[in-house]
């Protein structure tokens, strides 16, 4: 999927990113149900609980790893996800066109399922790659921030 990308986008790797995301993003949307039909575990009462859950239930789930859950600030909205191990970047080489290293986050379609998937619990998040051991790097680091809760809207015909 990530090499057709690259290959229909002609090595545009930031697009290839937002595209990540999006597919990402669409399918966290619908995977959330199946979370929660698979685990039986109920809603978190807040972003600390939800990490550990995204890390021992979600991505054991589905992906069968763990990551650590680390790095959070001082004001617990945001925090880390390293993962020793990433079954979606095995076997895989970046292009090597000299741009690739510096651009391309092959596994950033897990940013977009962990803002789909969180946005339909009413957490709006940002996520993105901070290091990646496909470029080199010691570890794969993802960082989590939350952006706000999202309040039930209740369309304005409805009442």
């Known amino acids: 999927m990530v090499a057709q990308l690259c290959s229909d986008l002609d090595g545009n790797y930031a697009e290839v990113n937002s ?4 597919m990402g993003y669409n399918i966290g949307m619908r995977l959330i149900e199946d979370f929660f039909a698979k685990s039986g575990v109920p809603r978190c009462a807040n972003l600390r609980e939800t990490a550990e859950t995204i890390s021992k239930v979600g991505f054991k789930i589905f992906l069968n790893i763990t990551p650590v859950v680390t790095n959070w600030t ?3 909205k945001q925090f880390s996800l390293i993962f020793e191990e990433n079954p979606l970047a095995d076997f895989v080489e970046l ?3 000299g741009k690739a290293q510096d651009e391309l986050w092959y596994s950033n379609v897990l940013c977009g399922i962990l803002r ?4 339909m619990v009413q957490m709006q998040i940002e996520a993105h790659y901070i290091s990646d051991v496909l470029r080199g790097d010691d570890t794969t680091e993802m960082k989590i921030t939350l952006l706000r809760y999202i309040d039930d809207e209740v369309p304005p015909d409805d009442e």
């Open 95 to 97: 292009p090597d066109d």
């Open 116 to 119: 789909g998937s969180l946005e």
């Open 74 to 76: 001082a004001d617990n």
């Open 19 to 22: 595209q990540l995301d999006k």
